[in-house]
């Protein structure tokens, strides 16, 4: 049997219209409230369309939010809402998908706006990449890959096999399981440990450059290693840091928080399943109250 195996490539070209004005979005709902240029609310239209034959959603945004949400019985669809400064340059807009490319066409020298959210079932096949523009996973259970360049990277309640990588912009671990692995470079790392442990894989995240920031919940049943290399001073405040204050005192932190000594703080009780690093970044730990 002959699987099916499209993949959506999205492409815009949205931003030239607008570059002299300001625009502010200010939710991800479809409604005028929340889309406006120089504080006029924009003209907006919603479109579905349904990709439920789909097996695998490949995606290239630009200068575009795009937001995946897992759980969808029905398959893949894709949630367009869009935006522009004048009725007639609303109904210019055409999203259509053309030969398994998914195209968002508007007004030449116009002010118009395009935000996707892609629905996917359990077991779904992503790839996203967002260049200056945010992307938002959240509840997918499957295989994701994402890049993000100059913009964040939003990871919640992820499952399965995870490769998520960010340049210039900051990227956030919000729960999860299976294996992940997470890269920023450039940008702020934060991960926040959900449960009482990592189940089914490991997480491995790092960032060059950066901040990274960690919470742990209390009593945390699996092992987490964090690391750092380069400079930056290092602030451990969760229940398990006192094996690393026990090595170092306070008066060592302030002393030597900018020199190149590598640090390993240890956390939790278990097998090593998570490990976080940071180089040339500082290290902020707390409870996850």
């Known amino acids: 049997m002959r699987r099916l195996g499209f993949a959506l490539a999205l492409a815009l070209t949205a931003t030239a219209a607008f570059a002299h004005d300001t625009f502010n979005v200010r939710g991800d709902d479809c409604t005028s409230r929340n889309f406006n240029w120089d504080g006029e609310e924009a003209y907006v239209e919603k479109q579905t369309i349904n990709a439920g034959a789909l097996r695998s959603f490949k995606a290239t945004v630009t200068h575009a939010p795009i937001s995946v949400v897992g ?30 490319e998914l195209r968002a066409t508007g007004p030449e020298g116009r002010r118009w706006f395009v935000h996707y959210k892609v629905r996917v079932p359990d077991g779904a096949n992503i790839d996203i990449e967002a260049d200056n523009g945010p992307i938002s996973i959240s509840d997918v ?5 994402t890049r ?7 990871l919640r309640n992820l499952s399965g096999n995870i490769d998520a ?12 399981s299976g294996t992940m692995k997470v890269q920023a470079s450039n940008g702020p790392l934060s991960v926040d440990l959900e449960g009482s442990s990592w189940r089914n894989g490991t997480l491995d995240a790092s960032t060059r450059n950066g901040p990274l920031s960690l919470k742990i919940p209390r009593n945390y049943a699996s092992g987490v290693v964090v690391e750092s290399n380069g400079r930056g001073p290092v602030s451990c405040k969760a229940e398990g840091c006192q094996r690393y204050r026990s090595q170092r005192s306070d008066d060592d932190d302030r002393r030597h928080g900018w020199d190149d000594e590598p640090r390993r703080i240890e956390l939790g009780s278990g097998s090593e399943a998570v490990r976080l ?10 409870d996850d109250e």
């Open 148 to 154: 993000a360049s100059n913009g964040p990277l939003s």
């Open 165 to 176: 990588t960010t340049k210039n912009g900051p990227i956030s671990v919000r729960g999860g």
């Open 277 to 286: 690093s940071t180089v040339n970044g500082p290290i902020t730990i707390k």
């Open 71 to 100: 759980g969808n019985a029905g398959g893949y669809s894709v949630e367009v809402c869009k935006a522009a400064a004048r009725p007639e340059d609303l109904q210019a807009i055409r999203v259509t998908i053309d030969g398994g």
């Open 141 to 145: 259970n499957g295989t994701v890959v």
